[in-house]
């Protein structure tokens, strides 16, 4: 099996027909036939379905895709890292929106000052569609939350990954100044919201799994006025007076009038925090850039955490974990 093979197979997945991929390959569609023919034969396995509309892969195809797309990616890391004595590459990083606006620009002025050869991709996304980047191998490391470490979702790869709990937030009831009354308490417990329109993700986010289980075990239903899967939109409906929100102080960070604009009360209830855990491709399956952006951004988190830049944020005393599940 020869790399050349693995990127006529990708690029054939990948736009779904042989005669177009020997367009972009610049091959003659008998000569690429013929490779995609020799491969399968060595592989003992069919990996695409031919129709009249053109190919889609089997199920064995769409497997060996992906691992394809994770050899060629590590030959591409391999060949720069042969150019240059540093350490060099690409590594691709998720964060959420709350975890992007405190970590993201010291995790990418860290990477630049630590290892100026690597090459790194930022990602800022919702937490579900970084776990479902990951278990795609388009992801190399991606911060999530609430994961739990004995064991995971049936969305998650079948292949195992790398579970580090990070640290814990304390969730703060925020809301408008103007529409809250004077003097209003800087701490609050989960029973004393139940009047309050709240604005909130929707129940498949991470965040509202967990609001949903607090406000169960005070006995409150909550008075759910919007739901909001855009950390932006949230902010901008809450700072209208539209309803207040649950959130880690991080959802305000990159707001530069919030202590004026805002009032924030921090709840006060036993469990109720926000879990944050790095999840990563398994150690073996991780380039030597992404190991060494692994160490730095969990010493940028432990940094801001322990600087109080990362108000209401506390390291988690865990120790890494390792988990599987099926796809």
Request: proline fraction near 4%; charge should be positive; charged fraction near 20%.
């Amino acid at each position: 099996m020869e790399l050349r093979q693995l990127r006529y197979f990708v690029r054939v997945v990948e736009v779904g027909s042989i005669s177009r991929a020997a367009l972009d390959l610049n091959l003659v569609q008998s000569a690429l036939s013929q490779q995609i023919t020799r491969l399968e034969s060595e592989l003992s396995t069919r990996l695409l379905q031919r129709t009249s509309q053109g190919v889609s892969p089997t199920e064995a195809g769409v497997a060996f895709f992906r691992e394809a797309q994770l050899t060629l990616r590590h030959a591409e890391q391999a060949m720069r890292a042969a150019k240059s004595a540093r350490l060099s590459g690409t590594v691709s990083v998720g964060l959420a929106p709350t975890t992007a606006a405190v970590l993201g620009l010291p995790l990418m002025q860290a990477m630049r000052e630590r290892y100026p050869d690597v090459r790194l991709h930022m990602v800022e996304s919702l937490s579900g569609h970084l776990s479902g980047m990951l278990n795609a191998r388009q992801l190399d490391l991606a911060v999530l939350f609430d994961m739990p470490v004995d064991g995971v979702s049936s969305a998650q790869s079948a292949r195992r990954w790398s579970v580090q709990p990070l640290m814990e937030e304390d969730i703060f009831f925020i809301a408008a100044r103007h529409v809250v009354k004077p003097r209003a308490p800087d701490r609050v417990r989960m029973a004393q919201l139940k009047d309050e329109a709240l604005i909130l993700p929707t129940g498949p986010h991470g965040l509202r799994s967990m609001l949903d289980a607090a406000f169960m075990r005070a006995k409150v239903k909550p008075l759910v006025a919007l739901e909001v899967d855009s950390l932006a939109m949230l902010m901008d409906a809450v700072r209208a007076g539209m309803g207040a929100t649950l959130q880690p102080w991080a959802a305000v960070a990159r707001q530069a009038d919030a202590a004026q604009a805002l009032h924030m009360a921090r709840i006060t209830d036993h469990q109720v925090r926000r879990s944050n855990v790095l999840c990563c491709l398994s150690d073996d399956e991780l380039s030597p850039a992404a190991l060494a952006a692994r160490v730095v951004l969990v010493d940028c988190v432990r940094a801001l955490v322990g600087s109080g830049a990362w108000v209401g944020a506390a390291m988690s005393d865990a120790s890494p974990a390792k988990v599987s599940a099926k796809t």
